[in-house]
């Protein structure tokens, strides 16, 4: 008998050890039990957010996307020259890409130039002439028009015949952002967005011809209907 008890005390544990033990196994597995649930929560809102960002489409499902060809938008304007076939003389706009295309007036360019092709051929002419004065009829044309468009002066020639002269026609063309007005005898091209010594009656007549348009499209219109 006291053999027994002897060894029962010699092997004795207090069983608070045991509750700690077990409540300390039982912390452990709950935290990572609560690990386990953050991370995946934190998985969860990860992948909701790349769905948000990202559409899978099938392979089978035709897609449509709106998007401007790169062919679509022209080279720059790297030089000019005036070709001559015959009796007729052309301007020559030679692109980037070594492609080259013939206008007769200067506002059959302004129709298919974008403002940045504008402004390389306005770059061009005025690194040829300079402030020279260029001899040839078609290069005095375009050095004139391009001088008055971008370095206006109110002493130019052009402002003070406005004075007598009567507006024909007032056009935009908004591609390159120019608008023109032809006057007898002339016909000034100006940025929209620069103001231009343009006197009282120029700009009346300017208004009464847009009246007389807008007036014309809305007779237009009310025949259609």
Same mark, same amino acid.
């Given at each position: 008998?006291?053999?027994?008890?002897? #060894?029962?005390?010699?092997?004795?544990?207090?069983?608070?050890?045991? &509750?700690?033990?077990?409540?300390?196994?039982?912390?452990?597995?709950?935290?990572?039990?609560?690990?386990?649930?953050? #991370?995946?929560?934190?998985?969860?809102?990860?992948?909701? %957010?790349?769905?948000?960002?990202?559409?899978?489409?099938?392979?089978?499902?035709?897609?449509?996307?709106?998007?401007?060809?790169?062919?679509?938008?022209?080279?720059?304007?790297?030089?000019?020259?005036?070709?001559? %076939?015959?009796?007729? /003389?052309?301007? #020559?706009?030679?692109?980037?890409?070594?492609?080259?295309?013939?206008?007769?007036?200067?506002?059959?360019?302004?129709?298919?130039?974008?403002?940045?092709? *504008?402004? +390389? &051929?306005?770059?061009?002419?005025?690194?040829?002439?300079? /402030?020279?004065?260029?001899?040839? /009829?078609? +290069?005095?044309? *375009?050095?004139?028009?391009?001088?008055?468009?971008?370095?206006?002066?109110? %002493?130019?020639?052009?402002?003070? &015949?406005?004075?007598?002269?009567?507006? @024909?026609?007032?056009?935009?063309?908004?591609?390159?952002?120019?608008? !023109? *007005?032809?006057?007898?005898?002339?016909?000034?091209?100006? @940025?929209? %967005?620069?103001?231009?010594? &343009?006197?009282?009656?120029? @700009?009346?007549?300017? *208004?009464?011809? !847009?009246?007389?348009?807008?007036?014309?499209?809305?007779?237009?219109?009310?025949?259609?209907?």
């Amino acid at each position: 008998m006291f053999d027994k008890a002897f #060894q029962r005390v010699n092997t004795f544990e207090d069983f608070r050890t045991e &509750l700690v033990e077990g409540k300390e196994n039982r912390a452990g597995e709950e935290l990572i039990q609560e690990s386990r649930k953050k #991370q995946k929560v934190d998985d969860d809102k990860e992948t909701t %957010e790349l769905k948000q960002c990202l559409e899978i489409i099938p392979d089978e499902e035709e897609v449509t996307i709106d998007a401007i060809p790169l062919a679509v938008k022209s080279p720059r304007i790297v030089d000019w020259k005036i070709h001559k %076939e015959g009796t007729k /003389s052309y301007y #020559q706009i030679i692109r980037a890409d070594r492609k080259s295309q013939m206008y007769m007036i200067f506002s059959h360019m302004l129709k298919s130039f974008e403002r940045e092709h *504008l402004e +390389d &051929l306005y770059k061009l002419v005025k690194a040829r002439y300079g /402030s020279t004065r260029p001899v040839e /009829s078609m +290069d005095y044309l *375009l050095w004139n028009d391009m001088k008055i468009m971008f370095e206006l002066h109110v %002493e130019d020639e052009v402002w003070k &015949l406005q004075q007598g002269y009567k507006v @024909l026609e007032w056009k935009l063309y908004d591609s390159c952002g120019v608008h !023109s *007005l032809m006057m007898q005898s002339m016909q000034i091209y100006m @940025l929209v %967005e620069k103001k231009y010594p &343009l006197t009282p009656p120029t @700009l009346s007549m300017m *208004l009464e011809r !847009s009246f007389k348009l807008i007036m014309k499209v809305k007779w237009l219109i009310s025949c259609v209907n």
